[in-house]
């Protein structure tokens, strides 16, 4: 089975300033699917970023980032000039790209924004 | 258009009691998926339904957890003599498909509280 780990449970950053989330998943497949999501207190999970694991480049979107080492297992989120609307709990998932079952989730990071 | 709704978005029940919740998807989402957040804790995977057909129920955490799917529209997560364990928020997702290329789309839970 798949593990998402996410070592941080909190971080904090001061606003306009960079920020990494770390998280790191342990699978035994090739062909994979990594994502982050973003969960404000709404409770609504919104998909930040999503990287094909037989991708090299990084995927980006805007403000966000990541930095995917496959041979490592990792996969981290950078948050560039951070604002205030990026304050929410960010969850790191899995999926095995030939699964049509859910999304394995890390516990989760708080992120706090310092204005 | 409208987004994936949940009903109730709170509930409080005695335990013992049995309880329906509800997950309205995204019109035309085929695919539609239900997971458990405990506090402090990631989201775990239960169940997915594809149209009305729910392949793999091994997900749900024990036999009095079932879930319902009528045709392509709305689903029910049923919870049988609830528990206090079982006090968590419950979310429901809904994609186009079922694979990695479709984005799921998160309703705004419901949160269970057993007393």
């Known amino acids: 089975a798949q593990t998402v780990t996410q070592s941080q449970p909190e971080m904090s950053v001061q606003e306009a300033e960079t920020v990494t989330l770390s998280c790191t998943y342990d699978?035994?497949?090739?062909?994979?699917?990594l994502f982050w999501y973003k969960q404000p207190p709404s409770r609504q999970m919104i998909l930040v970023i999503r990287q094909e694991a037989y991708k090299q480049q990084n995927a980006t979107e805007n403000r966000f980032s990541v930095n995917f080492q496959k041979a490592a297992k990792s996969f981290s989120l950078k948050i560039s000039d951070s604002q205030l609307g990026d304050a929410a709990m960010y969850f790191c998932?899995?999926?095995?790209?030939?699964?049509?079952?859910?999304?394995?989730f890390g516990k989760g990071t708080h992120l706090i924004i310092q204005p | 258009g409208a987004g994936v709704s949940q009903s109730p978005s709170n509930k409080v029940t005695e335990k013992g009691k049995d309880v329906e919740l509800r997950c309205d998807p995204i019109s035309g989402h085929t695919a539609l998926y239900w997971y458990r957040q405990r506090l402090g804790q990631g989201l775990e995977f239960l169940i997915y339904?594809?149209?009305?057909?729910?392949?793999?129920k091994s997900g749900l955490p024990s036999d009095r957890f079932s879930a319902e799917r009528t045709g392509e529209s709305v689903s029910t997560l049923t919870i049988q003599r609830t528990q206090q364990e079982d006090s968590a928020v419950y979310l429901c997702?809904?994609?186009?498909?079922?694979?990695?290329?479709?984005?799921?789309?998160f309703g705004p839970g419901t949160r269970l509280t057993v007393t």
């Open positions: 998932a899995y999926r095995s790209a030939d699964s049509a079952d859910g999304l394995t």
């Open positions: 997702a809904s994609s186009l498909g079922r694979g990695n290329s479709y984005e799921q789309y």
């Open positions: 339904f594809q149209g009305n057909s729910a392949p793999d």
């Open positions: 699978t035994s497949e090739s062909d994979y699917y």
